[in-house]
């Protein structure tokens, strides 16, 4: 991931970062493994961080507004059924947009 975030900032800049990543499957909570909750929360959550942790230098850079669109979901916020690990990294998506909207506004990025 950061290889090529840094191949294409270097190279031509970055303006907006869409973090979008995201999959689960069905399992009861108290069937899950720790290898699938930390399966789903790499790529649904830390993934969401590392990349805009890896965009950060460019987008302050940015000749416009650097800005950051993270999808999440409606799991964030309601919870659904049989796919916890899911409903958790969407809350932690919606976490980790507030809390980067606040720490980046003076520098040049929009979350």
């Known amino acids: 991931m950061k290889k090529v975030v840094t191949e294409i900032g270097e190279k031509k800049g970055l303006d ?35 990349m805009s942790q890896y965009a950060y230098p ?17 799991a964030a916020h309601l919870g659904f059924e049989e796919v916890v690990p899911y409903c958790s990294t969407k809350a932690g998506v919606t976490g980790i947009t507030r809390g980067l909207a606040i720490e980046w506004v003076n520098d040049n990025i929009l979350d």
């Not at 069937?31 to 959550?45: A, G, P, V």
């Not at 850079?61 to 999440?72: E, L, M, P, Q, T």
């Open 16 to 50: 907006f970062l869409i973090n979008n990543a995201g999959t689960t499957k069905r399992w009861r909570a108290e069937d899950l493994s720790e290898e699938y909750w930390d399966k789903i929360h790499r790529l649904d959550l830390d993934a969401v961080f590392y």
């Open 58 to 74: 460019y987008l302050k850079k940015s000749k416009h507004v650097g800005r950051i669109v993270n999808i999440s979901s409606m």
